[in-house]
């Protein structure tokens, strides 16, 4: 049972553009989500995160966006740049006590200069 | 540098040995996590751990596998009797202690991870 998920395996864009990776997710008790940048080889870096309570959180380069009602968030990547290249994950917690996350697949970003 | 410490990088085991993977959270963090990820898939949860205490094993394998955070020492993943399903990323993620002001909520930090390859 995926209860998250990233339908996109890969995407790649031109540098300078716009980056669109969309997340989706099944579980309505989710009230957390993050996404993590990971390069091959290393672990999971943190980028950005936003609360249930929340539909936008910015943080220069990435915004991230939440549609609760879609149940589907997105991270938006503007300008697009080569270093960008590398694996995202959309990850979620429950809001339990443990603070486990729940994570997507990933998807492969490709930023072409 | 005060990250989150994974060792060993690269573990290769034979069938049936065992495997004992180590992390040392970042400094002021008393919650450790451990997840797996298998190829072309995403992490996922195994066990989470304050000092002394497993608070959550929901993803831990029945058998075999074992997890611990003892008062003084870094955290220990154990497989025993490894199998070739075994093989894997596994990553160790730390966070502050809930209300420690220590950054935004539930953000995990994670080490570079252990590569295990079971021959």
């Known amino acids: 049972d995926q209860q998250v998920k990233q339908n996109s395996p890969s995407l790649s864009v031109q540098e300078g553009r716009i980056s669109i990776l969309n997340c989706d997710y099944t579980n309505s008790m989710f009230d957390y989500f993050l996404w993590y940048k990971k390069y091959p080889a290393e672990g999971p870096t943190f980028l950005i995160s936003i609360s249930s309570i929340k539909d936008k959180n910015e943080d220069g380069r990435f915004t991230v966006f939440l549609n609760k009602s879609a149940k589907h968030l997105s991270l938006h990547i503007v300008p697009s740049q080569p270093g960008d290249s590398a694996v995202y994950f959309c990850a979620a917690s429950d809001g339990s006590n443990t603070g486990k996350l729940i994570f997507g697949q990933g998807t492969t970003l490709q930023v072409k200069p | 540098n005060a990250g989150v410490m994974q060792n060993p990088r690269h573990l290769v085991r034979r069938r049936g040995q065992e495997a004992r993977l180590r992390c040392s959270p970042m400094k002021g963090h008393s919650h450790v996590y451990w997840y797996r990820q298998l190829p072309e898939e995403g992490l996922k949860f195994m066990v989470y751990?304050?000092?002394?205490?497993?608070?959550?094993e929901s993803g831990m394998p029945k058998e075999r596998f074992s997890a611990e955070f003892p008062k003084e020492g870094p955290s220990i993943l154990r497989i025993q009797q490894v199998v070739r399903g075994d093989s894997a990323a596994y990553f160790c993620a730390s966070s502050p202690p809930r209300g420690s002001g220590g950054g935004a909520k539930n953000i995990q930090y994670f080490g570079a991870g252990t590569r295990l390859s079971v021959l």
């Open positions: 751990l304050q000092k002394e205490n497993i608070i959550d």
